[in-house]
């Protein structure tokens, strides 16, 4: 796909429900007892992916455009699968389903797509292991296909060496199947939707600081979710507003959870104009954001504000390409095992687009400033690469081209469809 610099961009948008809180509606609601409705669910492959797993395991999942309802049947209701699960390109499926399969009565083997079978899955096989699971990678890799025998768990306190809300939240669950609680403690919180909506459904779990607990054995009840828009998804249109000149858009209905909303102050302390309106704290808060074409200089971005904006890093490369002076980015190692090597592939594609930019063990330097030109970018079939470089291409001069760019269809379908709308 073909992109060019555009004059302004005005109008309001509606990004979809956020990819997190879509996996975990359907796991949970899987799990429990009685009809969980979804409203505002993520029609994205990858939480696709989730609901054809379910249903392999028995699950009845009723997908009608207004609503998703899940017939769940309890903590023990999920069957053996008589095929291999496919997880595609989505490593929340992958590693959250790790934690329910390894508390089951049955075997069970996962796989997905080339990108998922390199992805490091060490950081669950050591947690579930510990806690008594049986849980092999198929090639002896650490890496998918994963067979899991399912086998009795024990609680453990478990101390990631990763801000990881996949490993956490994969042990979490097996301490549902365990027998005594079960402890998580991470370097730097990373996003709570599982420890928010396992309590809505009815689990016993605290969280403080650092660490949640769970304990085992809950019952949990169908619940009514409305998925919030997805800031992950928002984080493009915040940036293409602060970016591009005389700009100014309202985003509708973002969930700005505290462990997810990095990206705003990040914008914000690099001098960008955003302003929450309709805020909403019931369960996840919201609100929407209307964003304003601002200057922007560099930041540096380190420490425990990683997670809070993990997957909104590529897009924050082209705002600190884009702005005066010199931004740095610290303890960012795990964009290296993102969908691609996401600190190769922005300083690839960066350096081609004009910007001085250097890659680091841990992140990147960027000295930003330079004006951009167009070029050819290769998505990595990664999702947010490609949105990152539309965003670039709006003000890079002359055309800019994204080979694989319909890998938008993991995260945000009609992403190019809603950019297109507001550009002037
Ligand atoms: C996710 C957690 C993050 C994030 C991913 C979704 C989740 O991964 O990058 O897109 O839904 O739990 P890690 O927890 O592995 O950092």
Redesign the pocket.
């Given at each position: 796909m073909k992109f060019r610099k555009i004059n302004t961009l005005k109008g309001e948008v509606t990004v979809p429900g956020d990819?997190?809180i879509s996996?975990r509606a359907v796991m949970f609601g899987s799990l429990a007892e009685g009809l969980t409705e979804v409203t505002n669910f993520l029609q994205g492959a990858d939480c696709l992916s989730t609901i054809d797993a379910f249903r392999k395991m028995g699950i009845e999942i009723e997908n009608n455009p207004e609503k998703i309802l899940i017939h769940g049947k309890g903590l023990h209701g999920l069957k053996a699968p008589s095929l291999v699960l496919d997880m595609g390109n989505s490593?929340?499926t992958t590693?959250?389903i790790s934690g329910i399969l390894a508390g089951q009565d049955f075997e069970s083997t996962l796989t997905g797509d080339a990108s998922i079978q390199k992805r490091p899955m060490r950081r669950i096989i050591e947690p579930l292991s510990m806690m008594g699971a049986n849980i092999v990678s198929v090639n002896g890799n650490d890496c998918a296909p994963l067979h899991i025998a399912g086998s009795p768990l024990h609680g453990v306190h478990y101390h990631s060496k990763?801000?990881?809300?996949?490993?956490k939240?994969a042990v979490l669950l097996a301490g549902l199947y365990a027998d005594g609680e079960t402890l998580v403690t991470e370097p730097a919180l990373?996003?709570n939707?599982t420890e928010i909506m396992l309590r809505y459904f009815g689990a016993e779990l605290d969280a403080e600081d650092k660490t949640a607990r769970v304990r085992p054995e809950p019952r949990l009840f169908g619940r009514k979710i409305h998925v919030p828009g997805d800031i992950?998804s928002a984080a493009y249109f915040i940036a293409a507003g602060l970016l591009v000149p005389g700009s100014e858009i309202l985003i509708k209905n973002v969930g700005i959870n505290p462990t997810r909303d990095g990206i705003l102050k990040v914008a914000r302390e690099m001098g960008g104009n955003i302003t929450l309106l309709n805020e909403n704290y019931n369960g996840e808060p919201t609100a929407d954001l209307l964003v304003k074409h601002s200057t922007l200089h560099g930041v540096t971005i380190e420490g425990d504000i990683i997670?809070t904006l993990?997957?909104e890093l590529p897009v924050i490369n082209i705002m600190a390409a884009c702005a005066d002076g010199t931004t740095v980015i610290h303890d960012a190692a795990?964009l290296k095992v993102?969908e691609s090597n996401r600190i190769d592939v922005m300083v690839q594609y960066l350096s081609a687009m004009g910007c001085d930019i250097t890659g680091t063990d841990d992140g990147m330097i960027i000295r930003g400033g330079q004006p951009l030109h167009g070029t050819t970018v290769d998505s990595h079939l990664d999702h947010r690469i490609a949105m990152s470089f539309a965003v670039a291409s709006l003000v890079a001069d002359g055309e800019t081209e994204i080979k694989g760019s319909d890998v938008v269809t993991i995260s945000y379908p009609d992403f190019y469809k809603d950019l297109a709308r507001l550009c002037r």
């Open positions: 990819k997190s996996h490593g929340t590693r959250l990763v801000a990881s809300a996949q490993v939240s990373s996003r939707h992950s997670p993990i997957d795990e993102k």
